[in-house]
């Protein structure tokens, strides 16, 4: 009996003395967290909070009584949507730009990276790194109406055309050439700024073991070979994971200002469907919110899956 008493006792103060550790820690390294502090509220005001909205997706919504006294709806709001062949063919949509997406754009970072890692001079380097990164600072809204005063049928690309002698090219009309401003332009705006992750990938590799093969008689393309690719995998593994637990959003702000009526056919995707279906065709929150949950649900499970076949098949390490 006094055995386990003293087992209770001695296991309350060593859980006292763990968290007094903690907090000595906390108060340690104040700053640390003082820094971390603002992106952490940041997530719980406009992440964490809200969800409790996502209940509308299982209730018959009345501004009247609001979000938590509305009315449940046995799934009716799921059965709509799935049953919407504007939603499906809006699925069909992202399905498609967001692999696209994949296959053309996730590649571009990488050997835009193993490139600029390849040239010689630090300083000419540096410039290329400048300009490649600099168009990410611009917005969509800025770009799009540049795309637009260029593209556009009175723009300056067919104004040219004409002066030459040649007809207009409607690329802003026609499915096809839309989808590849959308790949091309993305490519533009985001490849400089994404492989700024490779390139401190590159930085942490030791130059003696470029010396080392340069010495056995390794050429450049060897070298990377060898000792480049090796430490981007990883990086590359996890941004693939990332990419693919994405690839249900599309790209909703460069689709939503660049496309138009003319193009809905192959450009709308999930996000510019939830927007009109709020905001324009009024369907209800209930609907949108449905549609908002699907499409993260099924990101939800593309990531874990993504993270699996690189863990299981490629071998290489996963976010978990």
Known sequence: MQNSVSHIKYGRQSGLGANRRKWLEVVKHKYFYLMILPTVLFFLIFAYVPMYGVVLAFKDFNYMLGIMDSPWNNFQNFRDVLSDPNFKHAFNNTLLISFGRLIIEFPIPILLAILLNEMRFGRLKRIFQTVFTFPHFISWVVLSGIITNILNDQGVLNQILVLFGFEKNAILLHDGSFLALLFTSNIWKEAGWSSIIYLAAIAGINPELYEAAAIDGANRYQQMKAITWPVLRNTA??????AVGGIM???FDQ????????VYER???LDTFVYRSAFVDSTGFGYSTTVGLLKSAINCLLLFGANFV??????EEGLY
């Open 237 to 242: 593994a996890i941004m693939l994971i990332l």
């Open 249 to 251: 959003n599309g790209g």
């Open 255 to 262: 689709i939503f200002n660049l496309y138009n009526p003319a």
């Open 267 to 269: 450009a709308d995707i």
């Open 310 to 315: 690189v863990k299981r098949v490629f071998k």
